[in-house]
């Protein structure tokens, strides 16, 4: 950041541990939510490479299957927990949101500070869980068995109940500050799509998160004290907690899904330099999945006994899932078309999406059918399906996410060859890695076992490579992303031409965001914002070229 | 830093102190809408057992002291009485009511801890647990009930003839009990800390008819906590 040492922004106005570690800055907040999802990918995309290497060729290789079932479980509990719930949200969400509002702060900085140190809580329960015995649960604690095992459930669970309060605190923030503090003329339908997908998501984080605490409290009940209301032995329904789990976990996957799609809607407008196609669509749309996330949980019981009625109640019911979210990807499209179309590594990562979503959410459908579930069912066309959702599309937006606010966060450019090079690298191991396992499970690999029949020992090897492509590429964005903040070329405010108010701001922004109220228009007219190019980016038309006499009135009153 | 311009009440991310009201409010309701939701597992799992087992429940709740419920439903409607009169009183700027009215609904939370300490007492030493504790005089196998319970215990007599699969059950009635009612007591507890503090500060002088933001969510929570009561006393109580 040498191109900065002159000016005072966000991040060199306080310096040392404590202006961090105690700051109430959204944008400090966000960053160091965003430095910690990084740390977490690393650690939880390494439990993945060694799963992935163990599953190289049948038979033990390289860990026991008791390891593996650890690896498994916590490769799932922390890249759910600790990575992708916080990514988009609590990372992108928090640096971003109060900057689209044109405003100072969230609603609580207090109370997204704490959000932020509850999630460290969990984080380091976490770890030590997994120094204290391990956990290998399956990131599902489903009971009996998380009950019986003699591994740190409670620690665990208990990390699992701190890091929802963080995010039930964060989806609070949020919606108070989409509420309460938009700018004068923001409408509701005058918001930056992101932000109708921040709204979505946080509704679903203060309604369902509660209800995994409790599950969770009740499982660390169960097994300190024999409460019995799981345990079958006692006349408890283990099955209870499943719905309670699953109430959650279901709407859970759109709070990684829906912030998601927030950015892409972003994404696909900018570098398309063309206004977003089906503005209200796509709002309408973010709300309509988070109400329907709610009443499909069942799709996850189907063979665990609950009645036929019910699953086809739910099957007929997730299907409708399906409407708004092809919705949105229709309407990227369109946004595309004609469009002017610039192939930043956001863009890529953003078109990246729409082929895994496609692939990912189509797949969806077959495991909605109740026929068709109960083959597919805990096989790895399951494990594919959520990768491809959670990964594929939730991952791979929130990195084109960080590269599209890079310039904005620091102040500088990173390599655009590098990064989108290195992103479609990711894309091709992606799917190297993921299509071979629909075949595997179509052809019955069952999940969660370390070792398999010799019959899958070729896709098994091509899902390795592809994944070994995909840790190389990932690392390698980290890289070019890290040198940026030393060699970066510094940024202007608005280096892509977006109409968003954040980009009115400086990069970085000074601690408190704009030094005068940004002007308020429509988020996705890009027709008053034109490239200069002493500047390096983009610049609202000046009135002064239109109107020389509105210059003139100001001068001689200063 | 930009606050000085500013009202030294006025967070420096608000415009003005209405907005902040506003959003304090707002985002106190929402934060109860979570707290029913963490309730409402429990709920569920009620719901569910007593659907399932409607004689287990009849016959469980008799072991209940409908008399200490309904005394505790009195304290805390009282109590909620009170922090929403001192709502009104800060409004008013009537300082010294203020801290007397919360002081009164510390006290009533405090007393409603007190009975809910004796009930607990009570089923403790009468092994009226859930099934798998130490004491519970519920377990399937009547061989391993405690004999301290055995012996001194005034309902063992009553339920030590009974089918070992119905008494199982009540079993989790009362995990049901204890779990529905001690969540419900930590609120308590915590309602306790944050009259408190309410207190404190009213004494120092924080609050004023413009700025009184935390004694109206302290009393929203405070609400909330004396509304899930309300629940709880019919539906384990006075089950019939």
Same mark, same amino acid.
């Given at each position: ?161 701190? !890091? ?176 002017? !179309? ?217 | ?240």
């Amino acid at each position: 950041m040498n191109t900065h040492a002159s000016s005072v922004n966000y991040l060199n106005h306080e310096t040392g541990f404590k202006s961090w570690f105690m700051t109430l800055d959204h944008k400090r907040l966000g960053l160091m939510y965003m430095w910690s999802t990084f740390a977490a990918m690393l650690l939880g995309g390494s439990f993945a490479l060694l799963l992935r290497f163990e599953l190289f060729s049948p038979g033990k290789d390289l860990v026991s299957k008791d390891v593996y079932n650890h690896l498994f479980t916590l490769h799932g509990a922390v890249m759910i927990f600790l990575v992708i719930i916080p990514s988009i949200p609590a990372a992108l969400g928090n640096f971003v949101l109060p900057l689209m509002l044109g405003a100072k702060d969230v609603a609580f900085p207090k109370i997204n500070r704490l959000s932020y140190h509850l999630y460290l809580i969990g984080a380091v329960l976490l770890v030590l869980a997994i120094l204290t015995g391990g956990l290998d649960t399956g990131w599902t604690f489903y009971t009996p068995y998380s009950t019986s095992t003699d591994t740190s459930v409670v620690i665990a669970v208990f990390g699992a109940f701190v !890091i929802g309060f963080s995010s039930i605190f964060t989806g609070l923030n949020f919606i108070a500050t989409i509420h309460k503090m938009r700018p004068p003329g923001m409408t509701w339908f005058k918001m930056p799509l992101l932000c109708w997908a921040l709204y979505a998501t946080s509704v679903i984080q203060i309604l369902a998160t509660p209800v995994l605490g409790i599950a969770l409290l009740l499982i660390a009940a169960e097994r300190i004290m024999g409460v019995g209301i799981f345990d079958p032995a006692l006349g408890g329904d283990p099955v209870l907690f499943q719905h309670l789990f699953w109430f959650y976990s279901h709407p859970a996957v759109y709070v990684m899904i829906l912030p998601a799609m927030g950015v892409l809607s972003e994404l696909f407008s900018t570098y398309s330099r063309k206004h977003i196609f089906g503005y209200s669509f796509i709002a309408y749309s973010s709300i309509a999945i988070a109400i329907v996330s709610f009443i499909v949980w069942g799709h996850h019981l189907y063979v665990s006994g609950q009645s036929a009625l019910v699953s086809i109640i739910f099957s007929a019911l997730t299907y409708t899932v399906a409407i708004p979210s092809a919705i949105k990807v229709f309407n990227w499209v369109a946004t595309m078309y004609k469009g002017s !179309i610039s192939f930043t590594t956001g863009m890529v990562s953003a078109m990246s999406v729409i082929w895994l979503f496609g692939i990912g959410g189509l797949t969806g459908l077959w495991m909605a059918n109740l026929s068709t579930d109960m083959h597919l069912h805990d096989t790895y066309f399951v494990v594919s399906h959520f990768h491809f959702v959670m990964v594929g599309s939730a991952l791979f937006s929130y990195l084109g996410g960080v590269h599209h606010w890079w310039p904005k966060m620091f102040g500088v450019m990173y390599d655009e060859a590098k990064g989108r090079f290195w992103t479609i690298v990711s894309f091709l191991g992606f799917n190297l890695t993921f299509l071979p396992q629909f075949l595997m499970g179509t052809r019955g690999m069952p999940r969660r076992y370390f070792d398999y029949h010799p019959q899958y020992e070729y896709l098994n090897k091509i899902s390795t490579i592809g994944a070994a492509m995909i840790g190389l590429a990932v690392f390698m964005i980290f890289w070019n992303l890290w040198r940026s903040l030393k060699t970066g070329k510094k940024a202007s405010p608005n280096p892509w031409g977006a109409a968003t108010l954040e980009w009115q701001c400086a990069s970085p922004p000074t601690p408190h965001n704009f030094d005068e109220a940004p002007a308020v228009g429509d988020p996705y007219d890009m027709s008053l914002i034109q490239f200069k190019s002493d500047e390096e980016g983009y610049l609202p038309i000046n009135p002064c070229e239109h109107d020389p006499l509105i210059c003139k009135v100001e001068s001689t009153e200063a | 830093m930009s606050s000085d311009h500013h009202d030294s009440k006025l967070a420096h991310h608000f415009d003005d102190l209405e907005q902040q009201f506003d959003a304090n409010k707002f985002g106190m309701w929402v934060f109860l809408l979570t707290e029913i939701l963490f309730f409402s597992g429990l709920f569920v799992a009620y719901a569910t057992y007593r659907s399932n087992h409607p004689d287990v429940f009849q016959y469980a709740s008799q072991f209940l002291d409908t008399n200490l419920g309904a005394v505790n439903t009195a304290v805390l409607l009282l109590s909620s009485f009170t922090a929403a009169w001192a709502v009104r009183a800060v409004q008013l700027g009537q300082k010294n009511l203020v801290t007397t009215l919360l002081g009164i609904t510390v006290l009533c939370a405090c007393g409603f801890m007190a009975i809910k300490y004796m009930e607990y007492s009570h089923k403790y030493h009468e092994g009226l647990l859930w099934g798998n504790a130490e004491h519970s005089i519920f377990k399937e196998n009547t061989a391993d009930v405690a004999s301290s319970v055995r012996e001194h215990g005034h309902h063992w007599g009553d339920v030590k003839d009974l089918d070992p699969e119905f008494r199982r059950q009540t079993g989790i009635f009362f995990g049901i009990y204890f779990c529905l009612t001690g969540l419900h007591g930590i609120h308590v507890l915590l309602g306790i800390i944050l009259m408190l503090w309410l207190m404190r500060r009213n004494m120092r002088g924080d609050f004023s008819p413009e700025k009184y933001d935390a004694v109206d969510c302290g009393a929203l929570y405070w609400h909330l906590v004396d509304l899930i009561w309300i629940f709880l006393f019919p539906l384990l109580y006075l089950i019939s």
